[in-house]
């Protein structure tokens, strides 16, 4: 999943571009409204993470601006106003969800689940493609029962697909949202996380779930071969 945070503050966002990154997404971040809008306006992402108080342009403004355009993102505000005005501003401008400083990691990444979800039109955090689970708030996988061991990276690639199963999702729509600037992808990268993720997910044994589409991408389905 890929996030866009817009915070003033380079100390709390180096913080949270790290252990964001830790959590398995893809950062882009911004250190003011003007360039968080033009990020937000020229880029595809699952949530956007936007203070209220920053310079140039305020989040509100941001925020309002985005809706004005049509962009349909996802938005969690982050603010040190706490009054309920202030919650209700923020809200009627077209903000999805709104926490207050200081805040708990915790919470934070419960909240980004919760948007992500929404995002791809589910409110279960457990994902299910025949035999396979994928827990998105524990971060953990299954097959047939047995525990599957995945690097951040691979889970968030598994995430992904699983977000978008019986859908065939180019190389290029992978690189969007599994990778950013500080991961940015070489050469067959793509191909060798989906070869090394196919593998653990299952091998010869068991019923392939992740198809290929020569010149156009990959796809996580229960299917039959031959059938989506």
Not at 51 to 77: A, C, E, F, T, W
């Amino acid at each position: 999943m890929r996030l866009l945070l817009i915070e003033d503050s380079s100390r709390m966002r180096r913080g949270l571009e790290g252990s964001l990154r830790k959590s398995g997404y893809a950062v882009d971040s911004a250190g003011d409204g003007e360039e968080g809008l033009w990020l937000a306006e020229t880029n595809d992402y699952d949530v956007v993470i936007l203070d209220i108080m920053l310079p140039k342009l305020d989040g509100v403004s941001v925020l309002q601006q985005l809706r004005k355009k049509g962009r349909d993102l996802h938005v969690l505000l982050l603010t040190a106003k706490d009054t309920v005005q202030d919650r209700v501003n923020g809200l009627r401008a077209g903000a999805d969800d709104y926490l207050v400083k200081p805040f708990a990691l915790e919470e934070l990444l419960a909240r980004i689940e919760a948007l992500c979800r929404r995002a791809y039109g589910r409110k279960d955090a457990v994902i299910t493609v025949g035999d396979l689970t994928i827990d998105t708030a524990a971060k953990s996988a299954g097959r047939s029962g047995k525990p599957l061991d995945l690097t951040p990276h691979e889970f968030a690639l598994l995430e992904y697909m699983a977000r978008r199963q019986g859908v065939v999702v180019s190389r290029t729509e992978i690189e969007a949202h599994i990778y950013d600037d500080a991961r940015s992808p070489i050469s067959n990268v793509v191909d060798a996380a989906v070869c090394n993720l196919r593998k653990k997910i299952g091998g010869t044994a068991v019923t392939p779930l992740i198809r290929t589409r020569r010149g156009f991408g990959y796809m996580l389905t229960a299917g039959r071969p031959g059938q989506p």
